[in-house]
């Protein structure tokens, strides 16, 4: 039900926003002789009506954030980018690009969606199109990663990424909490992290964790939030179907939490999970015999903790963030809020944000 609700949403803002830029294109059409002839060029003219088109765009994608309706958002923006490409079609401008990465969430600039758009044209450039495609994070140098020795053919057991460079790793367990404006800050502000979905946290079965507060998304969008996460170039991998901890089970059990992870991140999501989380931590080696009967390629740990509030609880007692290190955050209440609060944290450090696979690829040769 809630799926047609947003389909139809959909469907009537995008045709609010054609109808919009339809508006404005024949006013442009009706108004330019006597514009000319005002001595405005057809450049500027053009830069004006993008201006409206953009805060058109940024309204309409607020109103959809409001809502707690973020896949309505991304229809829209395609509608309203495609609706000022053509506006714009006719019209000998030329300037920067970039313009589409901005959003609500989109505070790293400091632009306001009017400011922004001012300095913004159509995004054509193959440059914008695989800069905002890829996935996000710094990827390691040539030479940049040690390897990790392979454990005979178990899988290995990470718990930092062994480098010399200021780059650390976000990892998000569990998934109580489906704050929809925390897809829309990873998205518009391209910051890669690992989600490691455990299907009862997803599905809401259960009692969630009491820390952080209150929830006001628990559960929300069950599946649905994490295919938007997907769409986000967020990884979505393996923690298990209910929490268990898995040094308590025996083998046969373990493989059934494993493999069974594995298979309903196929069904909902279709990626195929390659790592692993062990729930609080704890594993022994039938889990590792486990997860690589299941398919999966590596068992992850971490070394730190993110509290309510973006506090970083270190497991060194220097209590400094170290090149490498994996920190392991929770879908808790105020994700958004605490998450931009650790990013600012970790950027004022000095340290980037890593792209774990592309790291993890480096340390294993696959
Ligand atoms: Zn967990």
Redesign the pocket.
């Known amino acids: 039900m809630l799926k047609g609700r947003v389909r139809g949403r959909n469907v009537s803002i995008v045709a609010h926003v054609a109808h919009v830029l339809g508006a404005r294109v024949s006013r442009a059409a009706r108004t330019f002789p006597a514009v000319r002839a005002a001595g405005v060029t057809r450049a500027a003219l053009a830069r004006a009506a993008l201006t409206q088109a953009a805060l058109t765009r940024a309204t309409l994608t607020q109103a959809a954030q409001v809502d707690g309706l973020s896949p309505v958002a991304r229809p829209v923006r395609v509608a309203a980018v495609a609706a000022v490409a053509v506006l714009l079609a006719g019209c000998a401008t030329s300037g920067e690009s970039g313009g589409t990465a901005d959003g609500p969430g989109g505070d790293t600039t400091g632009a306001t969606p009017g400011s922004t758009a001012t300095s913004t044209t159509a995004p054509r450039s193959d440059a914008t199109t695989q800069r905002l495609d890829g996935p996000p994070g710094a990827v390691p140098r040539r030479g940049e990663v040690r390897a990790i020795p392979a454990t005979g053919s178990l899988p290995p057991v990470i718990s930092s990424i062994p480098t010399t460079r200021k780059v650390v790793f976000l990892t998000i ?2 998934g109580w909490e489906q704050d929809p404006g925390f897809v829309q800050r990873v998205r518009d502000q391209r910051i890669p992290i690992t989600a ?1 979905a ?1 299907r009862d946290a997803v599905e809401a079965k259960g009692t969630p964790d009491p820390a952080g507060g209150p929830g006001q998304f628990v559960g929300a969008g069950k599946w649905g939030y994490f295919r938007s996460l997907r769409d986000a170039h967020v990884p979505i991998e393996n ?1 298990t179907l209910t ?1 268990p901890n898995l040094r308590l089970l025996g083998y046969d059990a373990q493989r059934r939490e494993i493999c069974g992870s594995s298979t309903i991140i196929r069904r909902e999501l279709g990626t195929r999970p390659t790592l692993f989380r062990p ?1 609080f931590g704890n594993y022994n080696t039938d889990t590792l015999r486990a997860a690589k009967n299941c398919g999966l390629k590596t068992v992850l740990l971490w070394t730190a903790t993110v509290q309510p509030g973006g506090k970083i609880a270190y497991q060194v007692p220097d209590k400094k963030l170290r090149p490498g290190d994996i920190l392991l955050i ?1 879908f808790r209440p105020n994700l958004a809020r605490d998450f931009q609060i650790l990013v600012n944290k970790i950027k004022r450090r000095g340290y980037e944000l890593g792209n774990l696979q592309a790291y993890l690829d480096a340390a294993t040769n696959r």
């Open positions: 367990d569990d490691f455990m923690h929490h729930p929770h």
